[in-house]
């Protein structure tokens, strides 16, 4: 039986909310500088915690980027940010989703843990407690609960930030929602890529949204032991690839890009800001909280990615790195790379924007996708800030605390997760007409 050709699929819209700008211009701007986003946390007391500091984004309103501010109340702060980048993007991409066919607009998004709201929850479990000062199950259904919003539940599932967007825009088509940890954008992004390439939908709004900056959050990643302590250095902290690192920074933000297949980006006169090539994802089927020392999960989503681009190691020009800043992550990742490409890994510049951002969690890969894309543009590479003490099994030029200027056209982007979750995504800058790999 005969095949459809698979489509070729562009970017032609941005947006992001993170802890170094709100919108591409001013992110891209404090990427080129080296500027950190991390400093001590403003949102709540946090005096008390072992590690007192995030990467919070700052002076954001959501009321900037909804229509009717009172829908707020249903949205966490992840919601809100995916809704802003979505809003951005689409501006970006010149769309005017309003004539388009509403069944052929897609929203694929990565998201995480939203935990409930640690404050609202004590005023609920006071007013539940029996005369000995006990929790009383039967008095917190009959008068603690009085003390949550009743809508409460609407703020924290998982996929209320694809629903909000699709309907913001009246995306009709496929809607669909990826939770995979900290690789969950970059795996959404892939999907929106395949969907597209399958002809399945026009356009697709895709990316994350993360914020996990709260009593609750914090809490839960000081008990696993994977947050940086260096409180007396905030904005020293996160350090990928150096051998003083001591953990990640939790950080917040959202990126979203508008994808559509070639045609119908051509046919509006879009202007065209790259080309995704391949993807790949793959679990490592080891551990819950470690990566595989071999980072065979990591390995098996770039060469699946390169498989799918047509491509081989010597194709790609920049890598950028998820980067954590963990002592295990950032080795086992360096070890992936060099069993992918070899001797080309010493050639290949890693770039760490984890560096000045933090870690976004289900935000990060969509986050670092916009990154990749830009660097691809202006043939500038950002830095991995904070490295000083070089690795001796972290030997990679990590493009060390100045941005670089180099002559790039094919990117990589990696994203891990919990729960051995990886994902790679292959981008190019837009060069017209060239066939995608030689596979279109």
């Not at 007013?127 to 603690?144: C, I, Q």
């Not at 940890?181 to 395949?194: D, H, L, N, V």
Request: hydrophobic residues 40%; charged residues 20%.
């Amino acid at each position: 039986m005969e095949t459809c050709a698979r489509r070729r699929v562009v970017v032609t819209g941005m947006g992001v909310v993170t802890p170094v700008g709100i919108g591409v211009p001013e992110f891209w701007k404090s990427l080129l500088e080296g500027q950190s986003g991390v400093d001590f946390i403003k949102s709540f007391d946090a005096s008390s915690f072992p590690t007192r500091f995030a990467a919070e984004v700052k002076g954001f309103d959501g009321r900037n980027y909804v229509d009717k501010p009172k829908a707020l109340k249903l949205m966490g702060k992840n919601i809100q940010f995916a809704l802003a980048a979505a809003k951005m993007a689409v501006e970006d991409s010149g769309l005017a989703l309003d004539k388009e066919d509403p069944t052929a607009l897609g929203v694929i998004m990565g998201a995480g843990i939203v935990n409930s709201n640690l404050f609202e929850l004590s005023s609920a479990i006071a007013g539940s407690m029996d005369a000995n000062g006990r929790f009383d199950l039967h008095k917190f259904a009959t008068e603690g609960k009085d003390h949550l919003f009743p809508l409460s539940l609407l703020k924290h599932l998982p996929n209320m930030v694809a629903g909000h967007i699709s309907i913001a825009y009246n995306c009709q088509g496929l809607s669909n929602t990826i939770t995979t940890a900290c690789a969950s954008a970059t795996q959404a992004i892939g999907e929106a890529y395949r969907t597209l390439a399958r002809g399945e939908c026009e356009i697709i709004l895709s990316g994350g949204a993360d914020s996990r900056i709260e009593p609750l959050g914090l809490t839960g990643y000081s008990l696993l032991g994977a947050l940086s302590k260096r409180n007396d250095d905030p904005r020293g902290a996160s350090r990928p690839f150096d051998k003083d690192r001591d953990g990640f920074i939790i950080g917040e933000g959202a990126g979203v890009v508008v994808l559509e297949n070639l045609e119908h980006a051509r046919k509006r006169g879009a202007r065209i800001l790259g080309e995704v090539l391949g993807y790949g994802a793959a679990a490592d089927g080891y551990r819950v909280t470690d990566l595989h020392p071999d980072g065979r999960g990591s390995v098996r989503s770039i060469k699946l990615a390169l498989a799918d681009a047509g491509l081989t190691p010597q194709d790609v020009d920049l890598i950028s790195a998820h980067g954590t800043s963990t002592v295990q992550n950032d080795r086992v990742e360096t070890v992936a790379l060099k069993q992918v490409f070899g001797a080309d890994a010493y050639r290949i510049p890693v770039s760490a924007t984890t560096s000045m951002l933090g870690h976004l969690g289900a935000a990060s890969g969509a986050v670092q996708f916009v990154a990749t894309v830009q660097a691809l543009r202006e043939n500038v590479i950002p830095p991995t800030i904070n490295y000083q003490t070089p690795d001796p099994e972290c030997d990679l030029d990590y493009v060390p605390n100045e941005c670089r200027r180099a002559d790039i056209s094919v990117g990589l982007s990696n994203s891990f997760g919990f729960g051995g979750q990886n994902a790679a995504i292959l981008v190019r800058e837009w060069s017209g007409d060239a066939p995608n790999g030689g596979q279109h």
